[in-house]
């Protein structure tokens, strides 16, 4: 039932720089919705990236960035590193639905 | 720091009733909204609903016919029902606090299994 669409999976080298797209709508980011991005390790509960579109927690190193355009937000991840592996989820809320929504999640393997 | 625990039954039968509790220690379950969000084995998250420390809800249209969630502000802690199980219903439950529009903590979720 995902209504933000992301890319199945990227990848790169160690060091690199990776970016992830999430592409919504006119009800949801379009909508001025922020978006908000998760990490979830394998196995373990999906943590929060970033907030409001770009705002890092506290605790998250600033090799992660958000950005928002439109209809559409991304993640970059520079001096990608092995930890980073893992899935991440961009997420909204939607006022066609009236609740939140997530992406369709996108795979991140360090080559 | 807040810390959020799942707990309930791992297994449910077919056309029953999951029952879930969240309980929220480290800090108050008041003047915020939590949620519910579900993830089926090796697939994506799917928000379930949410609640005001009020009692007021909010509850994802598709699963909106068989969802309740409850508060109980003296213990803490919130509630997941879930009416009419199939097996399209086995994932892992977190339960999560809301703020900003996003879900700042989270459980680490349990594992329910829908099966006879």
């Known amino acids: 039932q995902s209504v933000l669409t992301q890319p199945p999976s990227v990848s790169g080298a160690p060091g690199q720089r990776v970016t992830i797209s999430c592409t919504g709508s006119?009800?949801?980011?379009?909508?001025?919705?922020?978006v908000h991005w998760y990490q979830q390790l394998p196995g373990t509960a999906p943590k929060l990236l970033i907030y409001?579109?770009?705002n890092r927690p506290s605790g998250v190193p600033d090799r992660f960035s958000g950005s928002k355009s439109g209809t559409s937000a991304s993640l970059a991840i520079t001096g990608l590193q092995a930890e980073d592996e893992a899935d991440y989820y961009c997420q909204s809320y939607d006022s066609s639905l009236s609740g939140y929504v997530f992406g369709t999640g996108t795979k991140v393997t360090v080559l | 720091q807040v810390q959020l625990q799942e707990s309930g039954p791992g297994l449910v039968k077919p056309s029953e009733t999951l029952s879930l509790t969240c309980s929220v220690s480290?800090?108050?379950?008041?003047?915020?909204?939590w949620s519910w969000i579900r993830q089926p084995p090796g697939k994506g998250l799917e928000w379930i609903g949410d609640i005001y420390y009020s009692g007021s809800t909010n509850y994802n249209p598709s699963l909106k016919s068989r969802v309740t969630m409850s508060v109980d502000t003296s213990k803490n802690r919130i509630s997941l029902n879930l009416r009419s199980v199939t097996a399209a219903d086995t994932a892992v439950y977190y339960c999560?606090?809301?703020?900003?529009?996003?879900?700042?903590?989270w459980g680490q979720g349990t594992l329910v299994t829908v099966s006879s």
């Open positions: 409001g579109n770009s």
């Open positions: 999560a606090r809301i703020q900003f529009g996003g879900f700042d903590y």
């Open positions: 006119s009800s949801n980011i379009g909508a001025a919705y922020d």
């Open positions: 480290g800090g108050s379950i008041s003047s915020y909204y």
